[in-house]
């Protein structure tokens, strides 16, 4: 397994410009014409209710499948002066949820900064954490009680109740470290009954096929993780793989990704295509540019600055950086979509929170 | 190099209604709802097609169902374990035999 991002690998498919370009290429049906044909395109937006930032790429762990390509070589971290810029944003746009993300979003120098200001604006709180930051340092031995102090909900990936199959997606050792911490999580009340501390699971197929049943697997996790274990968690989303970044490189690597794509297109759903996350969620990357979702941020998919009417002349490119953030152009954009959106519309469905149809 | 088996035609599994399409009809819809969550879960009816598919040696059934079984959060050990069902139905199945066998041989000895 390579310790290595695709960056650090100088691998062709580390530029977001070749990976547009090879998804594009393909001769499977558009996603936009399967969008035309239940009157979704251009896809809009709803009330915006998600905010999510991507607080930068360094993460202790190189998972074989991460759609950011985050790993130790990756230097990319958001500053306090764009977190402050975040702040204010989510002042303005009246969302809910405001869901950190990463790599490993403890590994930011502000990270705790930033929670403790955004605690104050009484929004709900989300953090992707991938576990064995926990145990990985001494440092950060006291998350669970942080997470805690400030009501965190915690998101954590967990891709089998096995060691084989979880370090065979995301590295030697990764399960054992994944139970020890989320042995240190339930010690402080996260995922137990009644406690309000929420931790959730994420299970994404270690390959190209799609996940199972949610509701089954939760059960099934519940019922393996309980007994051998003694681990208790709220809820499990099942997430499709995107063929973006390293999952993407995999695919072609190993001659599935015509299959993969032609099981996605096969999959897809309507009900899952009008349910799509970016529909209600902006992501902001390291740098405080403005995604439509955190797949389009990793292809620099920028948000459109086309309104969808031209009597707008607020909507200027520049509106397109979180410290110009406006509600009007957030509210009026299109979407951009590309071959990567069947992800999220196969099967019954798929986004940060899990199935959507 | 030309096969009796080609893994593209199981995408064309479909097609046998070209010839037949009422009984073909007829047996996609019964496929389906024995498929569908039932008594058994549709992650058990899985494991038991993938048995299934050892036992009648049919490649297209492996390469479905052994996708099928992962896609319903199956891992490697409970799939092997359904094929040593197989194998050991199939074993069973000639060893059980060897009752009748030894029927006879008691019969024509001394």
């Known amino acids: ?191 137990k009954e009644n406690s309000g501390l929420i931790l959730n699971l994420v299970y994404n197929p270690a390959g190209a096929f799609l996940p199972a049943d949610q509701n089954s697997l939760e059960k099934e996790f519940k019922t393996k993780l309980k007994s051998i274990y003694e681990i208790e968690f709220n809820n499990l989303f099942a997430i499709t793989n995107l063929p973006i970044s390293r999952f993407l490189e995999y695919l072609v690597r190993t001659g599935n990704y015509i299959g993969y794509m032609e099981k996605l297109i096969n999959a897809y759903n309507p009900t899952a295509a009008e349910n799509v996350m970016c529909r209600n969620t902006i992501s902001i990357g390291w740098d405080g540019y403005m995604y439509d979702c955190d797949f389009n941020q990793m292809l620099e998919l920028k948000i459109s600055t086309s309104a969808k009417s031209f009597d707008d002349k607020t909507i200027k490119k520049n509106n397109q950086h979180v410290s110009n953030f406006d509600m009007s152009t957030i509210n009026q954009r299109s979407i951009k979509i590309g071959q990567h959106c069947y992800g999220c519309t196969a099967g019954a469905g798929s986004s940060c929170g899990g199935n959507t149809a | 190099m030309k096969t009796y088996y080609n893994p593209d035609d199981l995408k064309k599994f479909g097609s046998i209604s070209e010839f037949e399409p009422k009984l073909a009809k007829k047996f996609f819809d019964y496929y389906g709802e024995v498929f569908k969550e039932g008594a058994l879960t549709a992650r058990e009816k899985s494991l038991i097609a993938l048995a299934v598919s050892h036992a009648v040696q049919c490649p297209y059934c492996i390469d479905a169902y052994t996708t099928d079984a992962m896609e319903k959060g199956c891992d490697e050990k409970q799939i092997m374990e359904a094929v040593h069902v197989t194998a050991a139905i199939r074993g069973g199945a000639s060893l059980v035999h060897s009752v009748q066998m030894m029927n006879k041989y008691k019969e024509l000895s001394m």
């Open chain 1, 1 to 191: 397994m390579s310790t290595k991002s695709l960056l650090a690998q100088n691998h062709e498919l580390a530029s977001a410009k070749s990976q547009v370009e090879f998804l594009e290429s393909s001769l499977q049906t558009k996603f936009s014409e399967k969008l035309k044909e239940q009157n979704l395109f251009p896809l809009t937006t709803n009330q915006l209710e998600i905010f999510q930032i991507n607080v930068g790429k360094m993460c202790n762990q190189v998972c074989k499948h991460c759609h950011v390509d985050a790993g130790p070589d990756r230097r990319e971290i958001m500053t306090r002066e764009t977190m402050q810029f975040c702040i204010e944003a989510i002042k303005l746009s009246g969302a809910k949820t405001v869901d950190l993300t990463g790599g490993a979003p403890e590994m930011n120098p502000d990270f705790r900064w930033f929670i403790e200001e955004l605690s104050a604006l009484e929004k709900k709180i989300i953090v992707r954490c991938n576990l064995t930051i926990i145990v990985a340092n001494q440092k950060y031995n006291d998350l669970p009680e942080f997470f805690k102090k400030h009501k965190i909900e915690v998101v954590s990936s967990l891709p089998y109740f096995t060691a084989t199959k979880t370090d065979s997606q995301r590295g030697d050792g990764v399960f054992e470290k994944s139970i020890q911490a989320l042995k240190m999580l339930n010690d402080v009340g996260y995922g």
